[in-house]
Nanobody, 126 residues
Framework: QVQLVESGGGSVQAGGSLRLSCAAKGLTYSSRCMGWFRQAPGKEREGVAAINTDRSITIYADSVKGRFTISQDKTKNTVYLQMDSLRPEDTAMYFC???????????????????WGQGTQVTVSS
């Protein structure tokens, strides 16, 4: 059974930092994209960042470039999202997602996504 287990969410003040983790269990971690998405109340889910697990090529949404960093630990089948300089508009439920195996051209859309985590809440106060 595939599980994406997220952790690290919480509440911080604007300007603060959080680090999210997503441990992938029950799937072959290599040769796919792993990504982070977020959804605020009343808004559509949007892609935040993604990483190619073989080559560690990363992409980011314009809204988080320079503030968020996606990374991975292949030995732990875990992907991270380091979030710095957080803003109130970053408040959302954050979801980890795993792409289809052998689809290595990562995007920030939900196309070609195979699995989702349960989500972790991030709240940034002003």
């Amino acid at each position: 059974q595939v599980q994406l287990v997220e952790s690290g969410g919480g509440s911080v003040q604007a300007g603060g930092s959080l680090r999210l983790s997503c441990a992938a269990k029950g799937l072959t971690y290599s040769s796919r994209c792993m990504g982070w998405f977020r959804q605020a109340p009343g808004k559509e889910r949007e892609g935040v960042a993604a990483i190619n697990t073989d080559r560690s090529i990363t992409i980011y949404a314009d809204s988080v470039k320079g503030r968020f960093t996606i990374s991975q630990d292949k030995t732990k089948n875990t992907v991270y999202l380091q979030m710095d300089s957080l803003r109130p508009e970053d408040t959302a439920m954050y979801f980890c997602a795993a792409g289809l195996r052998n689809v290595q051209s990562c995007t920030l859309t939900t196309v070609d996504l195979a699995y989702w985590g349960q989500g972790t809440q991030v709240t940034v106060s002003s």
